[in-house]
């Protein structure tokens, strides 16, 4: 169980941490290209040991300097448990978020669990910052988008790693962790760009704002070489409607369903990303069923979504972000990679994603 941290007023320390990782988060967290749902993460680590993360489930725009959507932990616990096991060693995903859960402290006022992506937190820089950005995905998620991505980043300086798909959590820190390590051996110096196969983009910094700079370069370079403006993005916007429904009349989800003759099992044969088995697997239907996910009103051109304001924020705005990535690689001429039946059926059996769907209720 988490313990609770002194009161932030009476910390220095720990304030110049909230500021940094509230105004790191708040930054991407209002744009859906970057954040959907309680997707992404962020964190900052504290000269004594500790470092701030994201709690599990909130969403990026609500962390704030006052220490609400945030955690405290002991990063280097963390990173101890996570170095000292043997690659692929036969603990748990269970046990290693358990281990991970009880290095937190509550700020007050909280009861909260850290992000199930503190692991690979622990083995970046001073700022962390992890978004699931559609540009980035659009390559991430693609047959050899490894090369493209290389060479994009090579072209632009950056120090950048691929690595491939891995499910969140132990596996994922894992595999981010020996990337790292490779690098820094090979190269004298830590990555400061990582591209997540089939999930999203990390950046690391020494502040927040290196971090932002830095997001913001990747993505406008990205945004280029898929021939993107900035703003273009199908921004999803929910109204209430009769019964626990929403509604979202931007026309972008049901136009590309239309163009690419999609049926009911569309996103169930589009897997492409760990949120979207986590928020919208399935459920998308054409004939107004008011019990279904999803349900599209081709004649109106709107979309209709179920569930509480939290679940159905959460399904809309995955499932227009992989709707997009799709359509990007479509406009492209890109081969998506899809995850495999093995990798949703994992996803959807861990305990720390369960977590983040009761939290939407």
Request: aromatic share 8%.
């Amino acid at each position: 169980m988490a313990r609770a941290a002194r009161q932030p007023a009476a910390d220095p320390v720990l304030n110049r941490g909230l500021r940094e990782i509230a105004a790191m988060s708040r930054a991407v967290g209002h744009s859906q290209e970057y954040a959907q749902g309680g997707g992404g993460n962020s964190s900052v680590k504290l000269a004594d040991g500790r470092m701030l993360i994201k709690a599990s489930g909130f969403r990026l725009q609500e962390v704030s300097s006052e220490g609400r959507g945030a955690v405290l932990v002991d990063y280097r616990a963390v990173r101890e448990f996570f170095s000292r096991r043997p690659p692929r060693a036969p603990t748990s995903e269970d046990a290693a978020t358990a281990f991970v859960n009880g290095q937190a402290v509550n700020l007050p006022g909280q009861d909260c669990r850290p992000s199930i992506e503190t692991g690979f937190h622990s083995f970046l820089g001073v700022c962390v910052l992890h978004t699931h950005s559609v540009y980035a995905n659009a390559l991430n998620c693609a047959e050899h988008g490894e090369q493209t991505l290389a060479k994009l980043a090579r072209n632009a300086g950056w120090r950048a790693i691929f690595v491939r798909f891995a499910t969140p959590g132990l596996r994922l820190t894992e595999a981010v962790r020996a990337a790292a390590e490779r690098y820094s051996s090979e190269h004298g110096s830590p990555p400061q760009v990582v591209f997540l196969q089939n999930h999203g983009l990390i950046v690391s910094g020494e502040s927040a704002g290196e971090c932002l700079r830095l997001h913001a370069a990747v993505n406008a370079k990205l945004r280029s070489f898929l021939k993107v403006r900035a703003g273009d993005y199908p921004q999803v916007r929910l109204k209430p409607t009769a019964g626990q429904r929403f509604v979202d009349g931007n026309r972008f989800l049901p136009r590309h369903l239309e163009e690419t003759h999609a049926g009911g099992s569309y996103f169930l044969k589009h897997v492409i990303c760990p949120d979207q088995v986590v928020y919208g697997l399935g459920g998308l239907t054409f004939t107004g069923d008011p019990a279904a996910l999803v349900a599209v009103d081709a004649k109106k051109r709107c979309a209709y979504y179920s569930g509480t304001a939290k679940q159905a924020a959460a399904a809309a705005e995955t499932l227009v972000a992989v709707a997009y990535v799709l359509e990007l690689q479509r406009r492209a001429g890109l081969r998506p990679r899809l995850l495999k039946a093995v990798e949703t059926k994992t996803i959807l059996g861990m305990g720390s994603e369960k977590y983040r769907q009761r939290l939407l209720k």
